[in-house]
């Protein structure tokens, strides 16, 4: 298990990451969402003991994260996949065996065929996005248990992003490896990830199971004769809705049923169903709560 | 503006992916599927993933596209092939378990059920459907006569199809 704890970081005298809190489970993929400039990097660096913290700490598998420890468990894709110019594979894996000492050879063989690359080729001259597979090539190789993976989708074409996920899955089971990924690809992370974290101005504002989640919410569509006053009881919540004539969409937490009876009793309702709420509803309204939104 | 994502598996691939184990084992029959059965998942259905998956599966077994003690593909490879969470896939084996459409045998994974332990869940909710589409008749205007006129037709319609 994979905890982080009440982390902060301050950069020049602002406050980047505040009072970070999250733990982590075996074989979970963890999607890390929000806006630009949020603090998703800095968390991952950090997690990565890349920048140290000001308060808080990181322990994975009871052991803790201090000045100089060595995460032979951890390997991490930066956004920005950087490679010493003119260096082969080869010799860029020859570096990284330092490291890693499980790193698999044959499976380096194996993946490398898979996706037509040789272990001569010289990924500095390759394009950004077949930089981003060699370094998602290496990382399944080290056979680290805790894959730290910064918008490594992101740039990717739609067939390399598929054939992507299916390995990540399959490492996720086989081995009960640890995902955490970054995206601002918010719907090709929806049905990969079983838990997110929504993060806003250096703070986490929504971390949860994205099933349980989901159970709770509802996208609601309806259409009624007057202007819609969003209602709000006990057993559910309106969190947020937008009227375009007589149709009204809008996000429901709690008793679904409740809500429809209420609806039908104030007002005269023609049509109305029901939807699944995606990862994207969920960010839009939670970051609207916090003042950040489009309309 | 709503883009459905639809992912199409032909369960041809399913069939390539779990001969491996089933050659192994000796108690199970080939999944014998003929191309064009699809697996159809979409993310902007008013159904959760897990519930797409299992009413796929129940049609497939209802319909025995899928027969009784065939083996089931494992978690392993619906999720990796479908690209959905291990844990979502297996939410909706539980509620095929428990609804009786599938058993598991320990140590070798999950099997089809006999019709007769089949239980009423997924009746209900076909029922639901119904009350739904009456309904939207109802609005467009068509009148009882119609309507019975329209469940005889499709009545005889299934009942050919299970005859086959």
Redesign the interface.
């Known amino acids: 298990m994979l905890t982080i704890s009440n982390l902060t970081k301050v950069i020049d005298d602002s406050i980047i990451l505040e009072d970070i809190s999250l733990t982590v489970n075996k074989g979970d993929i963890l999607a890390i969402v929000g806006s630009n400039g949020c603090g998703k990097t800095t968390l991952m660096t950090t997690v990565m003991n890349i920048v140290r913290p000001e308060k808080g700490y990181i322990e994975y598998d009871g052991v803790k994260h201090d000045k100089g420890t060595v995460l032979k468990d951890f390997y991490f894709i930066q956004d920005y996949v950087f490679f010493p110019k003119g260096r082969s594979i080869a010799s860029i894996v020859d570096y990284e065996k330092c490291f890693y000492e499980n790193f698999d050879e044959d499976l380096l063989c194996e993946l490398l065929g898979e996706f037509n690359f040789n272990i001569h080729d010289v990924p500095s001259r390759m394009s950004k996005g077949q930089k981003k597979i060699i370094a998602f090539i290496i990382c399944l190789s080290s056979r680290a248990n805790v894959l730290i993976l910064d918008e490594l989708i992101d740039g990717l074409d739609i067939v390399m992003k598929k054939r992507i996920w299916s390995y990540i899955i399959d490492r996720t089971i086989e081995d009960e490896t640890t995902v955490m990924i970054s995206s601002h690809d918010i719907r090709e992370l929806e049905n990969i990830c079983n838990k997110y974290v929504l993060m806003h101005e250096g703070r986490i504002i929504k971390n949860n199971d994205l099933e349980i989640e989901k159970e709770g919410l509802k996208r609601i569509q309806f259409s009624i004769d007057s202007d819609f006053n969003a209602l709000k009881t006990e057993s559910y919540e309106v969190k947020s809705f937008s009227q375009y004539g007589s149709v009204v969409n809008a996000i429901v937490e709690g008793d679904f049923n409740l809500f429809e009876e209420d609806l039908k009793e104030n007002y005269q309702v023609g049509l109305y169903e029901q939807f699944e709420v995606s990862l994207e509803d969920i960010m839009l309204f939670n970051l609207k709560e916090e003042g950040y939104s489009y309309e | 503006m709503k883009t459905n ?1 639809i992912i199409t598996l032909y369960l041809t691939i399913d069939i390539r992916c779990i001969f491996d184990i089933i050659t192994t084992s000796v108690l199970v029959n080939v999944i014998h599927l003929e191309g064009g059965i699809m697996f159809k ?1 979409d ?8 519930e797409q998956i299992y009413s796929n599966f129940v049609s497939l077994i209802t319909t025995e596209s899928l027969k009784a003690n065939d083996k089931m593909p494992s ?2 490879e619906m ?3 479908l ?6 896939i297996q ?1 909706a084996y539980k509620l095929l378990l428990k609804d009786g459409y599938i058993f598991s045998k320990p140590g070798s994974g999950n099997f089809v059920s006999e019709r007769k332990n089949y239980k009423s869940g997924y009746l209900d909710s076909s029922k639901e459907e119904l009350r739904k589409s009456v309904k939207s008749l109802i609005n467009f205007g068509v009148t009882k006569t119609d309507i019975y006129q329209l469940v005889d037709k499709y009545f005889e319609e299934g009942k050919d199809v299970n005859n086959k």
Do not use: D, H
Request: charged share 25%.
């Open positions: 994502r998942l993310s902007n259905s008013k159904l959760s993933i897990y978690v392993r999720a990796t092939v690209r959905i969470n291990p844990n979502t939410k």
